[in-house]
């Protein structure tokens, strides 16, 4: 190496250390929408841990894997898991080339205003549901129908954009992990080719780290040019078992860190504390009606009660939306 | 921000700049077990094509995906795909408990040395055989079980490990590929799960980059830990049209990139090759007896027909190895 090379590499790192340190003194407060507290603490106190060199439990980077729930952990899910607003927007749309479903269980229920019994109580109806109104078109199609409806749909309570009910807190947590070594992921019962084409811009988590429901597809050539099939069979679905199963699948590696909010998050936060060494499993406990809404274990939607119980006995993070979270929704939504 | 700050990001960045000019023009020369001639030199212009801002052919790093094959690509195949040399030692380990296969096929076969035939045959026997060895154990299990065999196997030909039957300009390649910005995959029929534990530190490539052959599992509790028991029952096979159904799946992208060296590759190559702007499909052609092997349409273990065919009716990128590789295996093995 030539002595002008090495000079130059010297002070640029002189340099770009002094900023460093800058930079770090004013990360020190990290998470500014988090209210000050325990649960604050702990976060915190868990990412310096596995991320300082020397510390019996630090971690390498390639290791910090974080995943994250979706529905009700990432944004919100009430009155209905906001796939459900887009499958009942599809069911609308679809209707007139399918008049049985008037009469027909549970097109009609849900054509008739009861989406949120329907799509909250039973599996089987759910899934032929979403298979009548996410199937039968390409890949490609089905993401443009997502892109649509994503960027005009609103919120029927709020009126807000979906996109723009996502947590500000828990943007600043996977913002935070990523500038300490992580790769976030979402780890969902939500369909990835749902989620996929907007989870890049809204969250920063690109099409890659999205592990979700999958229907299968079929490779077919159609006009030459190969297309994918979307078929009306589930393929994966992730929730419960679902999720370990998919990270092992689609990650290859126990979590390091775990955020879910629901009964269906239970094998998720249990499989990623069982990783050897310090492991962050938490939970986001809805408690703020005024401000967003607060529900557990009577709400069919976003069900808690195992893992809350869980979580208490195990001594997991719980975190209590009023009194930790200084603003809930996305920052531009906030006064 | 403060003057202070101001004038060190400024005189830092300027530092910096002149590092990089510097290790550019160092760079300018990527890809040295690579003949020059039109093969390196096609590969260098497409990545400086898409890597050129301002370029019309501009990708965003984001979307720079490469995906590469494993068997035949990364590393050797012959005289059988590496993972059938482990599955034949996984059957010699299990048969003196299972007196039957002596005269049980495809297991007889297998114990009295034929398994090239009846790996490469047969897709069902071959089946049974990744079922009998590869499954009733939990995931962790058969991490260490590769680990092991990895570890310690060699090659019955050239009596190397099979780490060091990596392709060297393929790992230039990639190397290449990563410090102009690209994620670089595995899309492989090999098992996920084998693959993994040693793709990181041989190829640079994380688990949750690798995507191949999966078998299902299941989520229990093994006294008070969660476990995944590998099912004797294939989720998901990583080949012909599953390679770009997993790349859908898994990824989310289409590939900017691909390169695979069997008709097991077409589809993904075909998938790559109709995504919107440049693309760049490619395929290894096993051109070279002496130093590695010669084979393609006359092959069982990575026949080479349709894709060849395809490959020079579209105009892709054919490697050559013999003419276009100065070194064929891991540097430390090259003279």
Known sequence: MNPKRTFLIVVSLVFLLTFC?????????????????STKQSI???VETVTTEGSPDYVAPAQRIAVFDNDGTLWAEQPLYFEGFFTVDRVKTLAPGHPEWKEEEPFASLLTGN??????GDVQSMQEILIATHSGMSTEEFEKL???WISTAKHPVTNRPFTQMV???????MAYLRASGFKTFIVS??????????????????????????????????????VLMRLPEFDFIDVNEGKPIGIEKFIGRVPLVAFGNSDGDLQMLQWTDAGPGKRLSA????????REWAYDDQSPIGHLEETLKTANAKGWTVVDMKRDWKFIF?????P
């Open 21 to 37: 340190c800058i930079a770090a003194v004013e990360n020190a407060h990290p998470l500014p929408s988090w209210n000050d507290g």
């Open 44 to 46: 915190i106190e868990f």
């Open 115 to 120: 989406a949120r019994e329907v799509l909250a």
């Open 146 to 148: 997502v892109n649509r």
């Open 167 to 173: 947590y500000q807190p828990m943007l600043e947590l």
């Open 189 to 226: 019962g939500g369909g990835s080719e749902f989620m996929r084409p907007w989870a890049e811009d809204v969250y920063g988590i690109p099409p890659e780290q999205v592990v979700g429901t999958t229907v299968k597809t079929k490779y077919e050539m159609c006009n030459n040019k190969p």
């Open 283 to 290: 939970v986001i406990h809805h408690t703020d009606a005024e």
């Open 330 to 334: 996305h920052k531009e939504e906030n």
